[in-house]
């Protein structure tokens, strides 16, 4: 099933989302609202980490974006403008894959 859900209160936001369902993926823009490098690694410890990925959304790709994307936890980077369709497909793929091992 998918679900949309937009909340301007990221962090408290994310840990509602986290309480009501346990969602396969999250996408999150790692600029705006708030910071995403932040919530990915507060989403990440408050659930089983092996439970659950985060693809960043970002506006550019350079090197040093990545690395820090990567070192926070994000499962995958996608740059803007969004392809909706590759977008669509990275999710897919994302939530049909198995959960990694801790």
């Known amino acids: 099933?998918?679900?949309?859900?937009?909340?301007r209160d990221v962090r408290q936001g994310g840990r509602a989302i986290l309480r009501?369902?346990?969602p396969r993926?999250?996408?999150?823009?790692?600029?705006m609202p708030g910071n995403g490098f932040a919530?990915?690694?507060?989403?990440?410890?408050f659930v089983a980490a092996s439970?659950?990925?985060i693809p960043a959304v970002a506006?550019?790709?350079?090197?040093?974006?990545?690395?820090?994307?990567?070192?926070?936890?994000?499962?995958?980077?996608i740059t803007k403008?969004?392809?909706p369709f590759m977008l669509a497909v990275v999710v897919a793929r994302m939530?049909?894959?198995?959960?990694?091992?801790?």
């Open 81 to 83: 403008p969004l392809d």
């Open 25 to 31: 993926v999250i996408v999150s823009d790692i600029s």
């Open 20 to 22: 009501e369902v346990r």
């Open 51 to 53: 439970s659950l990925v």
């Open 39 to 45: 919530l990915v690694r507060d989403l990440l410890a």
């Open 95 to 102: 939530a049909a894959a198995p959960s990694p091992v801790a």
């Open 59 to 77: 506006i550019t790709g350079l090197h040093d974006t990545l690395d820090h994307a990567r070192q926070a936890g994000f499962a995958a980077f």
């Open 1 to 7: 099933m998918w679900r949309l859900r937009d909340d």
